[in-house]
């Protein structure tokens, strides 16, 4: 056995507690979440755990437990001299506020799924074989649409289309539209709400994705613009498409470049295909960040056997990167491909014939 570097044994055991606290504490936001008890708390009034146990109808003993353990993670504001806590503005917008650009609970529901799935994937590991999307426990799906749904909500409309090359005059005038991979149609539902002059088609192989938009489209005002059908990303039907978008979904698809090709043959002349990807640099070392570190996780439970799952399984991976993408492109018969736009947590691409 080698000796250890008993200073670096010390700071990496340090970590791990802090890790483990994180591990732990991210069920605890699943339980807030499906419980009421952020939403209760949006307020901000400060509440002793007797009042908040009330105030949800649910047990005292527990909700004081929950409490204290939110505190100790610093997600909501603890108030010694009452022995009370309260959730602050910021963090009602993390943990209670779904319509926030900031709500992040709804992620929990994906970390869910890695840990349901877990045994799944490592037979998978041992056999080289994937696990297909369909495959993953049922919170995997509306954890992604919870997750992905703020950054659509505070970019899509007001940050993406607008840097594409005449697109949004085109939406506003009345376009055609594809949502390829679309899930629970967070993505075709903001577009929907944003350009009422276009007609929008959502598709996802998913048939209870499929299901789960068309409600929630129709609870948003728009399910008469939107068409939800299922079909993959290499047989949606062609319809002369102004647009073509793909939302985080290129990676996991096992053959990115015949997707890519059948795109070019639904596209209007002068159409577009927008790919929204997750954030990534071209190389490993410019990746280990904790953005990287998110979707190298996710990755590994998700997105590659999600691929390896399907024909060829190029397995992209969720850190593909630019240069990797514009490969994949290329190889699809496309001449331009630039960046268009870009946040902390994705990278918006305009291709084009």
Same mark, same amino acid.
């Given at each position: 056995?080698?000796?250890?570097?008993?200073?670096?044994?010390?700071?990496?055991?340090?970590?791990?507690?802090?890790?483990?606290?994180?591990?732990?504490?991210?069920?605890?936001?699943?339980?807030?979440?499906?419980?009421?008890?952020?939403?209760?708390?949006?307020?901000?009034?400060?509440?002793?755990?007797?009042?908040?146990?009330?105030?949800?109808?649910?047990?005292?003993?527990?909700?004081?437990?929950?409490?204290?353990?939110?505190?100790?993670?610093? !997600?909501? =504001?603890?108030?010694?001299?009452?022995?009370?806590?309260?959730?602050?503005?910021?963090?009602?917008?993390?943990?209670?506020?779904?319509?926030?650009?900031?709500?992040?609970?709804?992620?929990?529901?994906?970390?869910?799924?890695? !840990?349901? =799935?877990?045994?799944?994937?490592?037979?998978?590991?041992?056999?080289?074989?994937?696990?297909?999307?369909?495959?993953?426990?049922?919170?995997?799906?509306?954890?992604?649409?919870?997750?992905?749904?703020?950054? !659509?909500?505070?970019?899509?409309?007001?940050?993406?289309?607008?840097?594409?090359?005449?697109?949004?005059?085109?939406?506003?005038?009345?376009?055609?539209?594809?949502? $390829?991979?679309?899930?629970?149609?967070?993505?075709?539902?903001?577009?929907?709400?944003?350009?009422?002059?276009?007609?929008?088609?959502?598709?996802?192989?998913?048939?209870?994705?499929?299901?789960?938009?068309? $409600?929630?489209?129709?609870?948003?005002?728009?399910?008469?613009?939107?068409?939800?059908?299922?079909?993959?990303?290499?047989?949606?039907?062609?319809?002369? !498409? =102004?647009?073509?978008?793909?939302?985080?979904?290129?990676? =996991?698809?096992?053959?990115? $470049?015949?997707?890519?090709?059948?795109?070019?043959?639904?596209?209007?002349?002068?159409?577009?295909?927008?790919?929204?990807?997750?954030?990534?640099?071209?190389?490993?070392?410019?990746?280990?960040?904790?953005?990287?570190?998110?979707?190298?996780?996710?990755?590994?439970?998700?997105?590659?056997?999600?691929?390896?799952?399907?024909? $060829?399984?190029?397995?992209?991976?969720?850190?593909?990167?630019?240069?990797?993408?514009?490969?994949?492109?290329?190889?699809?018969?496309?001449?331009?491909?630039?960046?268009?736009?870009?946040?902390?947590?994705?990278?918006?691409?305009?291709?084009?014939?």
């Amino acid at each position: 056995m080698r000796e250890p570097n008993l200073e670096k044994l010390n700071a990496l055991v340090g970590k791990l507690v802090g890790d483990l606290g994180i591990s732990l504490g991210g069920a605890s936001i699943l339980l807030g979440d499906r419980l009421g008890l952020y939403k209760a708390m949006a307020d901000g009034a400060v509440v002793t755990p007797s009042e908040l146990a009330k105030k949800t109808g649910l047990h005292e003993r527990y909700v004081r437990e929950w409490l204290s353990g939110q505190a100790a993670s610093g !997600y909501i =504001d603890y108030h010694p001299e009452k022995n009370a806590f309260s959730l602050s503005a910021e963090q009602a917008m993390a943990f209670a506020e779904e319509g926030s650009p900031a709500f992040f609970a709804g992620a929990f529901d994906v970390v869910q799924a890695t !840990y349901l =799935d877990e045994p799944k994937v490592a037979e998978a590991f041992r056999t080289g074989k994937g696990v297909g999307w369909h495959e993953h426990s049922k919170c995997l799906f509306s954890g992604t649409e919870r997750f992905f749904r703020p950054g !659509y909500n505070a970019n899509l409309v007001s940050n993406w289309i607008p840097t594409l090359e005449g697109v949004e005059a085109k939406l506003k005038a009345g376009a055609r539209v594809a949502d $390829v991979g679309c899930g629970h149609g967070a993505s075709t539902i903001v577009m929907a709400q944003a350009y009422p002059n276009s007609e929008f088609f959502g598709f996802d192989y998913h048939k209870p994705s499929i299901e789960r938009a068309k $409600v929630l489209a129709q609870e948003a005002g728009v399910g008469d613009r939107i068409t939800f059908a299922q079909a993959s990303a290499k047989d949606f039907p062609a319809k002369d !498409y =102004d647009l073509v978008a793909f939302f985080d979904c290129l990676h =996991d698809m096992g053959d990115p $470049v015949g997707a890519g090709k059948h795109v070019k043959e639904t596209l209007a002349k002068d159409g577009s295909w927008m790919i929204v990807e997750p954030f990534a640099h071209d190389n490993l070392k410019d990746n280990l960040n904790p953005v990287g570190c998110v979707y190298y996780h996710a990755s590994t439970f998700i997105c590659t056997p999600a691929s390896l799952s399907q024909e $060829v399984g190029l397995g992209l991976g969720a850190q593909a990167g630019e240069s990797r993408l514009r490969q994949v492109a290329t190889e699809a018969g496309f001449k331009r491909f630039r960046r268009a736009s870009e946040t902390p947590f994705n990278m918006i691409f305009e291709v084009r014939s």
